[in-house]
């Protein structure tokens, strides 16, 4: 009966992996990674998991009403914020995942 064993023993292992994966989502859901362009004239926010949070723009860079360079900066903050929260989300789960992307796990 060896082999019952070490199978219970493996689900509680899996159960144990799977709550700690549960509670690094959480963590990486509620953590806030910030990112800004144009010399601090717009600032993004996003969670760990990249979702837009805050987007805040200089009153300076609108008076200019050049409606590209607000595009431009904007879409910098955003890209930048959510490389950060990507290389983040790898740096909480990289223990457990053994270098798996995050998206690869429940």
């Known amino acids: 009966m060896r ?7 493996l689900m509680q292992q899996a159960q144990r992996l799977q709550a700690e994966i549960a509670k690094r989502q959480q963590e990486l859901a509620e953590a806030r990674v910030e990112a800004s362009s144009g010399g601090e004239m717009v600032r993004a926010v996003v969670s760990g998991h990249g979702e837009l949070l805050e987007l805040r723009i200089s009153p300076e860079v609108l008076a200019e ?5 607000v595009e431009d900066l904007v879409l910098a903050a955003v890209k930048e ?13 990289a223990d457990l995942t053994g270098g798996l992307p995050p998206g690869m796990l429940p």
């Open 65 to 69: 009403g050049d409606a590209e360079l």
């Open 81 to 93: 914020a959510q490389a950060k929260a990507k290389e983040l989300a790898q740096r909480t789960m």
């Open 3 to 9: 082999g019952l064993g070490d199978i219970k023993g």
